[in-house]
């Protein structure tokens, strides 16, 4: 079982590449995840003053309608066995899930939707080394200009 990330980045979709040859290769089903982060969340919701349970339903069901966009083009669905959508902390949720789901590696984009340089990485870590810290898998990190004929 391969667990890919997926934050609706070029980044992502890159991995997502990656992950569906590999998959072939190696006979191997993909589980998709995106992770509503809690921390945007809860901005969110003391900006607009909402319960934060509404906010939260309202971005999960946003990034469940982002997935069916995202692979609406998607050639090669029948390695896809689930997509799924949590909120947390992306870094713990994609380590809860690789445990749950037993998954034999991780492949992820680099970097995100948000970029590269932002102040939290470069003081606390990416989301990718934070992963690695945490799980005892593999984890394959997968650059944003990967070369597609490459893969």
């Given at each position: ?17 990656y ?5 072939e290769k ?8 995106h ?15 909402e ?5 939260t339903a309202?971005?999960k069901?946003?990034?469940a309608?982002m997935f ?13 066995k689930?997509?799924l959508?949590?909120c947390?902390?992306?870094f ?14 991780i492949?992820?984009g680099?970097y ?5 340089g932002?102040i939290?990485?470069?003081?606390f ?11 005892p ?15």
């Amino acid at each position: 079982m391969i667990l890919v990330p997926i934050d609706f980045s070029d980044c992502a979709l890159n991995s997502l590449r990656y992950a569906t040859e590999t998959a072939e290769k190696n006979d191997s089903s993909l589980v998709l995840l995106h992770v509503v982060d809690s921390r945007e969340a809860k901005r969110i919701a003391e900006y607009t003053k909402e319960p934060l349970t509404e906010v939260t339903a309202r971005l999960k069901n946003q990034a469940a309608q982002m997935f069916r966009r995202f692979l609406s083009e998607w050639n090669k669905k029948d390695r896809i066995k689930e997509t799924l959508v949590s909120c947390g902390p992306p870094f713990q949720e994609i380590a809860i899930k690789a445990r749950e789901i037993d998954a034999d590696i991780i492949i992820m984009g680099g970097y995100g939707s948000r970029g590269k340089g932002q102040i939290d990485e470069i003081f606390f870590g990416s989301t990718v080394e934070k992963v690695i810290r945490l799980l005892p898998c593999p984890v394959l990190c997968v650059p944003v200009d990967w070369p597609e004929e490459d893969i």
